[in-house]
Every structure is written in structure tokens, then in C-alpha cells.
């Protein structure tokens, strides 16, 4: 289980990759909107795109956001089977990212700019 807080109200995403980019990550993006959470499965194809995953292995389980701050609460199985999930079994890099204020619930997804990053070294869940 998972709970991110960022102080953004637009989207938040979180990966876990065998490195610090994007390319072959593990991607779950969400946010709130009209008081709905949403959550997405995704992958990194290159550093610049991230894809719906075709299986959902993603489950929100709480969503809030106030005038400054948006979290989301999820979780996954930490070997999901999927050949597109990053089995977190072992050391993984965490990146994060987020919106200070674009949506993402349309299946859209602007570009976070500077609001991202990673963890220098790989971490085990």
C-alpha cells in the first residue's frame, strides 16, 4: 500500500524502474477531480511517453485534495504478474512527478516540467 502527498492539485504519478528515467518504469498517475479520485496503470515506452497498461493492477483506495495539496492512497501487488509491472521484489528506483494544477482523469497528460524526480538509490518495499 501506498500513500502519496504532493503539493500539487492537479496529477500525481509515482513509478518504479530499473533506473532514474522513465523508459521501461512501472507508472501509476491520479488525482481528484469534481471530488472523484481517479488512478491509472501505465508504463514508460521511452522517456517521454507514458501508455495505459492493459491490465489495471493498480487499486485506489482514498483520494483527497484541499486548495495546496492532493494524496492518493493505492495499492498493488508487489509481483503482479504482468510482464509490463516492475516486480517490487527487489531494488527499484522511485520516481515521482506531478501537475501543480492540469487533470489528467481525461487520459491526458501535460507535461510535468521541473516537478519531478527520483531517488538516488534503489529502494526495496
Avoid: C
Wanted: charged letters at 25%; aromatic letters at 10%; hydrophobic letters at 30%.
Amino acid at each position: 500500500m501506498f500513500i502519496v502527498t504532493a503539493k500539487a492539485t492537479g496529477w500525481i504519478g509515482l513509478g518504479f524502474g530499473p533506473s532514474t528515467h522513465m523508459t521501461h518504469a512501472d507508472l501509476v498517475v491520479g488525482g481528484v477531480k469534481h471530488g472523484k479520485g481517479y488512478i491509472f496503470d501505465m508504463h514508460g515506452i521511452d522517456d517521454d511517453t507514458p501508455v495505459l497498461d492493459q491490465h489495471e493492477d493498480y487499486h485506489l483506495l482514498d483520494a483527497n485534495k484541499n486548495s495546496t495539496h492532493t494524496t492518493l492512497k493505492f495499492k498493488r501487488k508487489l509481483d503482479t504478474g504482468d510482464k509490463k509491472d516492475v516486480a517490487l521484489t527487489g531494488p527499484v528506483y522511485v520516481l515521482w512527478a506531478f501537475s501543480t494544477d492540469e487533470d489528467a482523469s481525461e487520459g491526458k497528460y501535460p507535461y510535468h516540467g521541473s516537478d519531478r524526480g527520483h531517488e538516488s538509490e534503489k529502494r526495496t518495499f
